[in-house]
């Protein structure tokens, strides 16, 4: 890969690429989700439960950012004053 090529790919996506992106390829399959999430969803499209598969994980990784980012700012106050809080 070229370092041009690799640059392209460092830049952030847009939600909706994001999404595309996960359409591709879902983090599990529909048929495992339908298992996990039970009967009350038995009659749901495929669709649709590839729907909430890629709500889910948009869900999560937003989640788990966030607690990256905040245990980012809580180390790096830690780290300017030396104590903790």
């Not at 890969?1 to 996960?22: F, I, R």
């Not at 009350?40 to 937003?62: F, P, V």
């Amino acid at each position: 890969m070229s370092k041009e090529d690799s640059s392209l790919s460092e830049t952030k996506t847009s939600p909706q690429q994001a999404l595309d992106n996960l359409l591709d390829k879902p983090i599990i399959s529909v048929k495992e989700a339908r298992k996990l999430l039970g009967a009350k969803y038995e009659h749901q499209s495929d669709e649709q439960i590839l729907s909430i598969i890629c709500s889910m994980r948009i869900t999560a990784e937003a989640l788990l950012e966030s607690v990256i980012i905040r245990s980012t700012k809580q180390n790096g106050d830690i780290m300017q004053t030396g104590e903790t809080k």
